[in-house]
């Protein structure tokens, strides 16, 4: 990162908006953490939006809800996989 903010200060001078923006940007480019990346980020919020929507499905047709829920994530399974399981992971998925 130090390398990064050393680029924008050879290449300044910016407004702080701009610069801002930039920083954000070589954050999003650089390797993340465990592979951690906005993209990522996105997968996980879609992913967890759908099992809501499924589990009101579920319950509409007349599930209760711990039974709905399990299946909304059983179902989600089938189409994805889990964005938050991670190889280095202590907790066993």
Excluded: N
Excluded at 31 to 47: A, F, L, Q, V
């Amino acid at each position: 990162m130090t390398s990064q903010a050393a680029r924008f200060k050879v290449r300044g001078p910016f407004t702080y908006k701009v610069a801002r923006d930039l920083e954000r940007q070589a954050l999003r480019t650089e390797d993340p953490i465990y592979g951690w990346t906005p993209t990522k980020r996105s997968e996980e919020h879609r992913r967890y939006s759908w099992i809501k929507r499924r589990t009101a499905e579920l319950q509409s047709a007349g599930m209760e809800y711990l039974a709905a829920s399990d299946q909304a994530y059983l179902d989600a399974s089938e189409w994805w996989p889990d964005p938050t399981a991670h190889e280095y992971s202590a907790v066993p998925v």
